[in-house]
Nanobody, 116 residues
């Protein structure tokens, strides 16, 4: 059974940084890539960033470009979302997601709160 487990969320002040991790079981990021989504209170879940299986190509929503980065650790089969210069509007539950030949998988999410 495929499992995606996020970690690294928490409370941070505006301008601060956090690194989110997503570790996959029975799913190879190196073959299919992965995505990060977020859902703010009362809003729809939106795509924040994705990365190809090679780790060479990343895409980011306009609002996080230049502040967030995404990479894969192929040995640990883990994706890392580095979030810098955080803003209150980045507050959301962040979800790891991956799509493979047998379906689309989601983690349970990790809360990120940006507040002073």
């Amino acid at each position: 059974q495929v499992q995606l487990v996020e970690s690294g969320g928490g409370l941070v002040q505006p301008g601060g940084s956090l690194t989110l991790s997503c570790i996959a079981s029975r799913f190879a990021f190196s073959r299919h890539g992965m995505s990060w989504y977020r859902q703010a209170p009362g809003k729809e879940r939106i795509l924040v960033a994705n990365i190809t299986g090679t780790g060479m190509t990343t895409n980011f929503v306009e609002t996080v470009k230049g502040r967030f980065s995404l990479r894969l650790d192929f040995i640990r089969n883990t994706a890392y979302l580095q979030m810098n210069s955080l803003r209150p509007e980045d507050t959301a539950v962040y979800y790891c997601s991956a799509r493979g030949p047998t379906g689309t998988y989601w983690g349970h999410g990790t809360q990120v709160t940006v507040s002073s």
